[in-house]
């Protein structure tokens, strides 16, 4: 029987690393980073504010070495890496004021997560989270996020390299993307907004962030004659950053995870320890639906998975497959994450599975800016449970 899909355009956002809400998740992963190489069992709940010239800090932290733990530096290290180098933009690493309110974990907390027996581990709180896979692009994520974040990164080593000199940190991307049955056929309509110097601000160098724009996203093979591009449509985007408007941790979990193409359980990740599934569980949920995706079981597939705090198995799994399953059904693969076999929830034993607290090639940093989902550096993107669901469906 033929399926019969509803025609749409879905539209997702990215921003970039100079973003203020970017700005403080990378620094809260910063000093998440530098707990984690203190003392791996340290509990993490980081928080990050920013303003014009200001960023503080909130938040608990019980960490082994942390009174070594120069955040003061950290944070001015990341303002910096990041771009904010110009005192006259009211926003720059060398002089802003840095101030720290973080004290240590909950005892009430601490007692649900720490147990005598490390693999009985509980759950850091109680709460639902969510991980999605879809076909529709290689590295199996929604098509209007992946080329978001695309859009903006590549903008961004432009600035950085120098090659566009006149381009500032703060940025936002939104590609607007036409389904046409269940699958992506073309981008309708793509809006950038960019930062630039006040030299910058002039309709020639938007006319070039459009054509580069233009040319980067036609290898997508999605862009059409009928694509409309929005470029600094204001006019002007001179004032920015947390300058231009205040920035908080955790407060683009859209842009974190599928571009609103998945439900969202809430919770952010940035600035929290792995005892926290909040964020490892979402990361895990995603590894499990990427390789049910990736073994051919569904062309779409997304996983909520739920826990009580203080308990180490999780209380309820969800799947939908969106009538995308090939020759299984959602009670089917509920079964299997239950039974724990192919993957493991417990806390302690995805923590280990994904090696979250004992990172190589790269850093919680690293996950701050361009999403959490859909590159190839993070462990929750390996693909190497196929062969076994292949064989367990089969």
Not at 140 to 151: C, D, E, N
Not at 289 to 307: E, F, M, P, S
């Given at each position: 029987m033929k399926k019969h899909f509803h025609n749409h355009v879905f539209t997702s956002e990215s921003v970039s690393e100079g973003h203020p809400d970017k700005v403080a998740d990378q620094i809260s992963d910063a000093i998440l980073d530098a707990c984690i190489k203190s003392d791996k069992t340290a509990h993490v709940a980081c928080e990050t504010m920013v303003g014009p010239n200001v960023v503080v800090n909130m938040g608990e932290i019980t960490c082994r070495g942390f009174e070594s733990i120069d955040t003061d530096k950290i944070a001015r290290r990341v303002v910096k890496k990041i771009g904010y180098d110009n005192p006259d933009e009211q926003f720059c690493w060398t002089n802003l004021k840095y101030t720290s309110y973080v004290h240590g974990q909950s005892p009430d907390i601490n007692r649900g997560v720490t147990r005598t027996t490390k693999e009985r581990q509980g759950a850091g709180d109680q709460g639902m989270m969510f991980g999605y896979a879809t076909n529709e692009t290689e590295c199996?994520?929604?098509?209007?996020?992946?080329?978001?974040?695309?859009?903006l990164k590549m903008f961004a080593e432009l600035r950085h390299s120098g090659e566009l000199d006149w381009l500032r940190p703060d940025a936002k991307s939104q590609l607007s993307v036409v389904y046409e049955d269940g699958r992506p056929t073309r981008i309708d309509t793509v809006v950038l907004s960019h930062q630039t110097t006040c030299a910058g601000a002039k309709k020639a160098n938007y006319d070039i962030l459009r054509d580069i724009a233009q040319d980067f996203l036609a290898k997508t093979g999605l862009l059409t004659p009928k694509t409309r591009f929005f470029v600094n449509p204001t006019g002007k985007f001179v004032i920015g950053g947390p300058c231009g408007d205040s920035g908080l941790t955790g407060r683009k979990i859209i842009v974190d995870t599928y571009g609103g193409m998945s439900a969202h359980g809430g919770g952010a990740f940035s600035g929290k320890d792995p005892?926290?599934?909040?964020?490892?569980?979402?990361?895990?949920?995603?590894?499990?639906?990427?390789?049910?995706?990736?073994?051919?079981?569904?062309?779409?597939?997304?996983?909520?998975?739920?826990?009580?705090?203080?308990?180490?198995?999780?209380?309820s799994f969800c799947v939908k497959t969106f009538g995308s399953a090939h020759g299984v059904t959602n009670e089917q693969l509920e079964k299997m994450l239950a039974g724990g076999k192919v993957f493991d929830f417990r806390p302690y034993a995805l923590i280990q599975d994904l090696k979250l607290l004992s990172p190589k090639k790269w850093s919680y940093e690293d996950t701050a800016a361009y999403g959490h989902f859909g590159r190839d550096i993070f462990p929750w993107e390996k693909t190497d449970k196929v062969a076994k669901l292949k064989s367990l469906f089969s």
């Open positions: 199996f994520m929604p098509a209007a996020i992946v080329y978001s974040h695309a859009l005892s926290k599934v909040d964020r490892s569980a979402a990361y895990y949920a995603r590894y499990a639906a990427k390789n049910i995706v990736a073994a051919g079981l569904a062309d779409r597939c997304q996983i909520q998975v739920a826990y009580a705090i203080g308990v180490d198995k999780p209380v």
